[in-house]
């Protein structure tokens, strides 16, 4: 008997939007521009980042973190994954992260997929101060990085990201490693004030390298690369 992928993938008519919805859905994430601030994704990372640091600084350890990062990020890129040679369950995406999606989504793998995949390779691959500042930039740099450079960005750096965005991520982003590190890391100011203008640096450079692939996975991963390469030369833990 033959397997029909199609039947196989089926999905309850209880998740479905009418066909009208869906289509309106899926226009307007076609004609979203990646020059406008894209809000509701911002702030979608942002909360789903401080919830994953927050669970990791006060909650668990590195093998609990694998384990939930596997039982319940696994099942999201499977998902995403099913969904483009599905188009049902395409539309159950639609339904579900439609105002948070980019037009390339429609299409390929989603934030999403991208993000489990870094925060599951940084948590495996680096201790876990490091882990908590990549956390952390993913979190606040890229963001508000991303909402000031489309708003306010008028001399362009790489590409089409500015200084302004660049600035405003460096402060941001050092601002919350100072905190950390006095507060939670209980490091001398002196120390703090180093870790937070070397990671505020490192979290610009993270945001701002020119990857082929979605930096939901590079900034986490090359900012826990760049902190762990830097301590090797400067006492910053």
Do not use: Q
Request: aromatic share 12%; net charge positive; hydrophobic share 55%.
């Amino acid at each position: 008997m033959k397997l029909n992928l199609t039947s196989v993938l089926a999905v309850p008519s209880y998740l479905m939007k009418p066909p009208a919805a869906v289509r309106m859905v899926k226009l307007e994430v076609l004609n979203r521009h990646r020059s406008l601030p894209h809000i509701e994704r911002k702030f979608y990372h942002f909360v789903m980042g401080m919830i994953c640091f927050s669970i990791y600084a006060f909650l668990i350890e590195k093998p609990t973190a694998l384990l939930l990062l596997t039982l319940i990020g696994g099942p999201l890129v499977v998902f995403d994954f099913l969904r483009l040679k599905n188009p049902e369950m395409n539309d159950v995406a639609l339904r579900l992260f439609g105002k948070i999606m980019r037009r390339e989504e429609l299409r390929s793998f989603s934030g999403n997929s991208f993000f489990v995949v870094g925060i599951l390779t940084t948590v495996a691959f680096f201790p876990k101060p490091i882990v908590l500042l990549s956390v952390l930039y993913l979190a606040i740099g890229d963001p508000i990085a991303a909402v000031v450079g489309s708003l306010y960005g008028r001399h362009k750096l790489i590409g089409k990201k500015s200084v302004e965005g660049a600035l405003a991520n460096w402060i941001c982003s050092s601002l919350a490693t100072l905190a950390l590190g006095s507060c939670y890391f209980g490091f001398s100011f002196e120390k703090s004030i180093l870790l937070a203008l070397v990671g505020g640096m490192i979290s610009v450079v993270a945001e701002l390298f020119p990857a082929p692939i979605d930096d939901n996975f590079t900034i986490p991963v090359l900012s826990a690369f760049l902190l762990s390469f830097t301590a090797l030369f400067i006492p910053l833990f």
